[in-house]
């Protein structure tokens, strides 16, 4: 069973990116934070943020952990982004 992160991207948008196996976080600055998956060493994706602190990539990694704590039937885990933290788009990378 497949678990993704999903970010709210906007005031009615969100995107979804997959836990797989696990994934871990990576903040490159105050605008990207990059989620490398474990099952892929191919790519990561790339979070466009506004302010992004070390605080995000905490709070990435609860929401990778509550994943893999709930049952199959709770795919869906919510990044709950901290306060005055965006995520304004996301892209995969190829290396």
């Known amino acids: 069973m497949n ?3 999903r970010f709210k991207t906007g005031a009615t948008t969100t995107a979804m990116v997959p836990i797989g196996a696990g994934a871990y976080a990576e903040l490159t600055g105050t ?12 790519h990561h994706y ?6 992004a602190t070390f605080a ?3 709070a990435i990694q609860a929401a990778c952990l509550q994943g893999a704590q709930t049952s199959w039937v709770k795919a869906v885990v919510d990044v709950d982004l901290p ?12 290396f």
Do not use: N, P, Q, R
Request: aromatic share 6%.
């Open 56 to 58: 995000m990539v905490t």
């Open 3 to 5: 678990k993704y992160l």
């Open 31 to 42: 605008t990207e934070v990059k989620i490398f998956s474990c099952d892929s060493v191919g």
């Open 83 to 94: 306060v005055g933290e965006t995520v304004t788009g996301i892209t995969v990378t190829v």
């Open 46 to 51: 790339s979070l466009a943020t506004d302010s």
